[in-house]
Nanobody, 123 residues
Framework: VQLQASGGGLVQSGGSLRLSCAAS????????LGWFRQAPGKEREFVGV????????YYANSVKGRFTISRDNAKNTVYLQMNSLKPEDTAVYYC?????????????????WGQGTQVTVSS
């Protein structure tokens, strides 16, 4: 399984970005996909996770109301729409796949990881 994250970049505070995570290879018939981020000098933190159907989505409190996760299973792609970005959102963002379809909030649950995409929010 390979995950390709894209869509990062430099944006001003208050701006928006949409990240994509495309899964390929021998994915399971259903899987959950999570987003994590890691800022310099900090531990990787959970951003959100979406179920296979898209009917269940969890967000970290720090992004709730600003970020939205969605998915297009026909394209094996999950999106992270980030609005009202703040400088503290600056980090490398990773997508991760759990073939066991859990909705884990820690990296332990995820077997496959993308390479990360840099998001920088300037003040």
């Amino acid at each position: 399984v390979q995950l390709q994250a894209s869509g990062g970049g430099l944006v001003q505070s208050g701006g928006s970005l949409r990240l994509s995570c495309a899964a390929s290879g021998r994915t399971s018939s259903s899987y959950t996909l999570g987003w994590f981020r890691q800022a310099p000098g900090k531990e990787r933190e959970f951003v959100g996770v979406i179920s296979w159907s898209g009917g269940t989505i969890y967000y970290a409190n720090s992004v709730k109301g600003r970020f939205t996760i969605s998915r297009d299973n026909a394209k094996n792609t999950v999106y992270l729409q980030m609005n009202s970005l703040k400088p503290e959102d600056t980090a490398v963002y990773y997508c991760a796949l759990d073939p066991s379809s859990r909705l884990g909030g820690t990296s332990w649950y995820y077997r496959y990881w993308g390479q990360g995409t840099q998001v920088t929010v300037s003040s």
